[in-house]
């Protein structure tokens, strides 16, 4: 009992050579939002001496004013006094911001320090630093007047941003919406997102930070809920919009096809944890646009009249290699007939990481007999697409149709698919067999791709990019 109870008192030296080190010496933030608290991050002390050492003072060098605040030994605060570290020991600090608003539309740097002032009179820092981004809260607004919303600012949007009937929200060129997580815009009037090349419009999650060191959270799926378009909502128009992170992309409830649903063009709808686009019954013209990324199907059609020209439908979903095919289409859902009247792909891409990617379905009778009374008009101009055509090579007409064995198939296509890294540029790699096998008739009122590029007048390239060096 005498031996256990007689160990060492810890001793604490004052010598000048007895120094403290970091982890790091600067802990820079993504852009943070204003008013709204960022994530944590942290970095620690260490103490590699042999004896321990007494740190009398650690501060913010701004006294909290620049919005940083740091948890030091479970205690939050801006100044701490008496902090002990043992011989070959450690402390972590965690430092988070709530960014003040800067009254500017641009991001403006906020900088701060931790001061550490060691027993021995010993100084050092640790850098802080981050981009404040002022930015306009949305909390379940319902609107019910036309409504303009600029691009000066972000919006961050929480619970759900609502249209009313024969209400319409226009966003100017160049906005940007940020979803909280559950969150989703509600058109039951009219949407007309149309942007520019040079200012797209853009709709993602609200999370600025990063899930590991190499993978922010912009580029993960599921960050907000995503649009609807309800039934009573037409004439709605997206152009030169980039949508990402949702759960879903777009939804358009059955409309009827006396008018025209949705207009897509020179638009990204990427990185979906459910499906990019889904529509029941309606008419919807895309064009020059991307649909890529989603954990069941890219596209799901039930029944409608619908045309895609000069469109890249890419299925290559990160979290799964089993995930849905990238188009579906049908003309009947749980022996409801839903007649496919016009479904034209023209100068387009199909494509994916499985066998096939193109999934149809027609109306089966009571006899189990596939009905020709139910419009089932489905045709493929001019496209690459990774199917098996076995009985339905009439709906293909000169098309490059991709097989598993191919050199050139699925993700050799595009210039990079980096699903480790969860990066993708569906432009067209050298080796594309998309280039080159479009119909000049088709392209005729796309004389330029998705990224401003004029097209050839002879042989376009299929899909919403025409190759360049």
Partial sequence: MFLFSCSDEEQFTVDSNA????????????????????????????????????LTDIRLASGGKNGFRINVDGQYGTQFSNINILKEDSIFIFVEITANPQDEDSPILVKDSIMFTQE????????????????????????????????????????????????????????????????????????????????PITMRGDRTDKMFWYLPYDRLDGQ???????????????????????????ECVYSGEDEQ?????????????????????????????????????????????????HTTIAQFYPWSSDSGCALWFTNVDEDYAYPLNKLTFNNSIITGQSEDEIMGTRYVNENGEESDNIAFNVQFNNCLVRTDTTGASNLFVDCAIEHKDSITC?????????????????????LSRARNIGNPTYSKNYKKDKNGVIRKTDHPDAGCYEFVE
Wanted: proline share 1%.
């Fill in 19 to 54: 120094l403290i080190s970091f982890s790091k010496d600067t802990i820079a933030f993504d852009t943070v939002f204003s008013t709204i608290g960022s994530s944590t991050k942290n970095f620690q002390v260490y103490n590699r001496n042999d004896k321990g050492v007494k």
């Fill in 120 to 199: 021995n009179g010993k100084r050092h820092k640790v850098i802080l630093e981050a981009f404040g981004q002022d930015v306009i809260i949305m909390k379940d607004v319902v609107l019910d007047k036309d409504t303009t919303l600029s691009s000066a600012k972000p919006y961050v949007i929480y619970d759900s941003l609502v249209v009313k009937e024969n209400v319409t929200l226009t966003l100017a060129p160049g906005t940007t919406l940020c979803f909280h997580s559950g969150a989703e815009l509600d058109v039951h009037g009219t949407l007309e997102a149309i942007g520019t090349l040079d200012k």
């Fill in 224 to 250: 907000w809920e995503g649009v609807v378009f309800f039934s009573e909502s037409v004439d709605n128009e997206l152009s030169y919009v980039d949508m990402h992170g949702a759960n879903f992309g777009i």
């Fill in 261 to 309: 649903k949705l207009s897509i063009r020179n638009s990204s709808i990427h990185n979906m944890q459910n499906y990019c686009l889904t529509s029941v019954c309606n008419k919807i013209n895309v064009s020059n646009s991307q649909f890529s990324n989603a954990g069941t199907v890219c596209v799901q059609l039930f029944g409608g009249t619908y045309q895609f020209t």
């Fill in 410 to 430: 699925g993700a050799t296509n595009f210039r990079n698919i980096d699903n480790d890294n969860f990066i993708y540029n569906f432009r067209l790699d050298t």
